[in-house]
T-cell receptor, first 111, second 115 residues
């Protein structure tokens, strides 16, 4: 069975401080990992995916298969980063690539 | 272009009523997904369509839940004899292809409240 764990429900940091949102996963195959973000009153949207190895809005995430982690990092938090962040794993079952989400971490960036 | 749209945005139902939730995916998207998001939780998979074929319905919580996508475009999620535990936000997502790396684009959701 596939599972995604986000241990922190709320993470509060000051503007300019580093941010790390934790994500651990459990999956028997080779996982595809994603971070989705939901800003206030907006729909869920893709932030980044591990296969792209890209930096979006200053965020990066490295897949660590040994530790089964995919933590999201940003060196300097901005006020506009305040949002709900979900880590998700795409697993191929039943012919489809359904996403399994963690419970989410609310990031609050304070001035 | 237009994103995924869902209607209604809000639905209040009395326990025992039937409800129908609609999803309009992005035009041309082959894959369509339904998720249920309870308060304080992440979205949970309900069912998956590839064009008009429902290939995975393993996440549907009971036989009161039924989904269809008859022409491979618009999809409807129907809940019969609603119960209070059905109260949640129902999210629809579509993706262009079939790959595990394909981006899923989400709609705004339908918030269902069962009284």
């Amino acid at each position: 069975a596939q599972r995604v764990t986000q241990p922190e429900k709320l993470l509060s940091v000051f503007k300019g401080a580093p941010v790390e949102l934790k994500c651990n996963y459990s999956y028997s195959g080779s996982p595809e990992l994603f971070w989705y973000v939901q800003y206030s009153r907006q729909r869920l949207q893709l932030l980044l995916r591990h296969i792209s190895r890209e930096s979006i809005k200053g965020f990066t995430a490295d897949l660590n298969k040994g530790e089964t982690s995919f933590h999201l990092k940003k060196p300097f938090a901005q006020e506009e980063d305040s949002a709900m962040y979900y880590c998700a794993l795409s697993g191929r079952t039943g012919g489809g690539n359904k996403l399994t989400f963690g419970t989410g971490t609310q990031l609050k960036v304070e001035l | 272009g237009a994103g995924v749209s869902q209607s209604p945005r809000y639905k209040v139902a009395k326990r025992g009523q039937d409800v129908a939730l609609r999803c309009d995916p992005i035009s041309g998207h082959v894959s369509l997904f339904w998720y249920q998001q309870a308060l304080g939780q992440g979205p949970e998979f309900l069912t998956y369509f590839q064009n008009e074929a429902q290939l995975d319905k393993s996440g549907l919580p009971s036989d009161r839940f039924f989904a269809e996508r008859p022409e491979g475009s618009v999809s409807t999620l129907k809940i019969q004899r609603t119960q209070q535990e059905d109260s949640a936000v129902y999210l629809c997502a579509s993706s262009k292809g079939l790959a595990a790396t394909d981006t899923q684009y989400f709609g705004p959701g339908t918030r269902l409240t069962v009284l």
